[in-house]
Every structure is written in structure tokens, then in C-alpha cells.
């Protein structure tokens, strides 16, 4: 009888400790990963493979972020970081007119926001409206970032930006 509670107990203390190392609240489990934490992880695994050319599986990436970021939005639709990567999957994936409406979302909730400054000019680019990409790059002019010169670059032609 002793050994039959003590195999009980030992399985009740095994259990619940599984059961606190797979809930566990500090974002270190694989299940507490966010959607937006996944859909950036995407993001950035799929700018590598537009850098080495393999161009549709960049795009089932974005696809796959894109999915994430909507899911995010829903929960919290006043996140600027979340609309700035939602415009970006968005344009990649060649939707400009939304693409460009999540970024003026973003925009309305963080006017400076670097990211959404330098792609939202950026997609001002490709659509042919330089004069709205120079609004975009004055707002980044005394920022002392990379968004700027990035943008700047994109504007000048002397950076082909990937659409």
C-alpha cells in the first residue's frame, strides 16, 4: 500500500511540475510565444531569403506573418509596431492600397513612429508619389537613424528597395 501511494505522489509531483514548466508566464515557453513575436521571426526570415533571390519562399513567409499580425491586431488594434509590419507583409505581398492604409493607421497612433515613416515612403516610392516619400523622409530628417538614410537612399535611386 505505501508503494502504491508513493508511485501516486511521485506522479502527481512530476505532473504538476510539467504542467508549471509548459505554462510558464515569462514568454519562455514555446506556447506563450505571441503572434506578433512569430510573425516578426517570419519577417525576418523571409528578408533573408529575398536576399538570396528564393523569392517564393519569402513570400509564403510573409503570407504565414501576415496571418499573425491580423491575429495580433484583433486582440490590440492600437499597436503601431504590429500595423507598421501588417502594411509592410501587406505591400510585399503587393497589396499597396492596404499596405498603405494600415501604415496611415499606425501613423494616427504614432506620428514619428521610424518604421512606419521609412516604409510608408518607401511604398510612396514604388507608387510614384516622391514628393509624399520627401514628407516621410522629413519627418525622419533629425532622427539619427537608419530608417532615414534608408529612405533617403530608396528616394535618390541609389537603393533599389524590394517590392
Known amino acids: 500500500m505505501k508503494k502504491i501511494i508513493l508511485t501516486l505522489f511521485v506522479t502527481l509531483i512530476l505532473t504538476s511540475n510539467s504542467y508549471a514548466a509548459g505554462s510558464s508566464s515569462s514568454g519562455s515557453g514555446s506556447s506563450s510565444i505571441s503572434n506578433y513575436d512569430k510573425a516578426v521571426k517570419l519577417i525576418k526570415s523571409a528578408k533573408k531569403y529575398e536576399e538570396k533571390e528564393k523569392l517564393n519562399k519569402a513570400k509564403k513567409n510573409y503570407v504565414k506573418a501576415q496571418k499573425f499580425l491580423i491575429k495580433s491586431i484583433d486582440k490590440n488594434p492600437n499597436n503601431a509596431d504590429t500595423l507598421n509590419y501588417l502594411g509592410f507583409t501587406t505591400r510585399k505581398l503587393g497589396d499597396y492600397e492596404n499596405g498603405e492604409k494600415y501604415y496611415l493607421q499606425g501613423l494616427a497612433l504614432n506620428p514619428n513612429h521610424k518604421g512606419i515613416n521609412e516604409y510608408l515612403g518607401e511604398l510612396y516610392v514604388a507608387t510614384n508619389r516622391i514628393e509624399l ?4 523622409l522629413k519627418v525622419l ?6 530608417e532615414f538614410n534608408e ?3 530608396v528616394i535618390e535611386g541609389t537603393k533599389k528597395s524590394k517590392y
Open 133 to 136: 516619400a520627401k514628407e516621410r
Open 141 to 146: 530628417e533629425n532622427c539619427n537613424c537608419k
Open 151 to 153: 529612405l533617403k537612399a
